[in-house]
């Protein structure tokens, strides 16, 4: 699976809008980015995920380049309880493939009221 | 649906015990992973299942770990002669396999080896 890079941390204030990247330089075509968060002591959340296309539900929207090499997940007003640590993973399509996630150390994003 | 549950949700135990943990999937999904996640880390792969076949195993699956899926519903891990470094959260996840299949995951299972 393709390897992604995340900042460690962030912050953001309370209301305004959080914006998180994520590096997929080696995605392929046939990889989905999937974004999932952990509040702490939880077990990690579905947030949203994408192939090509940008995507929008009642939780956030993600921004795919042209390219696909990067993301950005955003949340259009945060707020305290969207203090978790967000992790980007890309996942194959194929049924043949692994079909495990693969979490990288992901990013503490902390907002701030 | 009230999504993935895990039990218990705590569990303290002296080193050598043997432990179970028990998860029940979304009623609908097919399939069942089994993840470890330890303090300051992401959630690690352990084994999955498809129905009641145990499809893939990680190598950190040792040979005191087993895992079943008897009838394709309800899952469990038993950690056998349990020791200090087993102490972590165990999570599990289930999806409905085709097309991106989404994993949902329960709230975990704590561990504590003293």
């Known amino acids: 699976d393709a390897k992604t890079t995340q900042p460690t941390s962030m912050d953001c204030a309370e209301g305004r809008a959080a914006n998180l990247p994520c590096n997929h330089s080696t995605i392929s075509g046939n990889e989905y980015v999937y974004w999932y968060r952990q509040i702490h002591s939880q077990g990690p959340q579905y947030i949203i995920h994408?192939?090509?296309n940008n995507e929008t539900n009642e939780m956030a929207s993600l921004i795919i380049t042209e390219d696909r090499k990067s993301s950005t997940l955003i949340l259009p007003h945060a707020t305290l309880r969207d203090t978790a640590v967000y992790y980007c993973i890309v996942r194959p399509l194929w049924e043949g493939s692994a079909r495990q996630l693969t979490f990288g150390s992901g990013t503490q994003l902390t907002v701030l009221p | 649906d009230t999504g993935v549950s895990q039990n218990p949700r705590h569990k303290i135990t002296k080193r050598g015990q043997n432990v179970t943990f028990r998860c029940d999937p979304i009623?609908?999904?097919?399939?069942l992973y089994w993840y470890r996640q330890t303090l300051g880390q992401g959630p690690e792969f352990l084994t999955y299942f498809q129905n009641e076949a145990q499809l893939e195993k990680s190598r950190l699956l040792s040979d005191r770990f087993s895992a079943e899926r008897p009838k394709g519903s309800f899952s469990t891990l038993e950690i056998q002669r349990t020791e200090q470094g087993d102490s972590a959260m165990y999570l599990c996840a289930s999806s409905f396999s085709g097309g991106p299949e989404t994993q949902y995951f329960g709230p975990g299972t704590r561990l504590l080896v003293l």
């Open positions: 994408g192939l090509k």
């Open positions: 009623s609908e999904h097919n399939r």
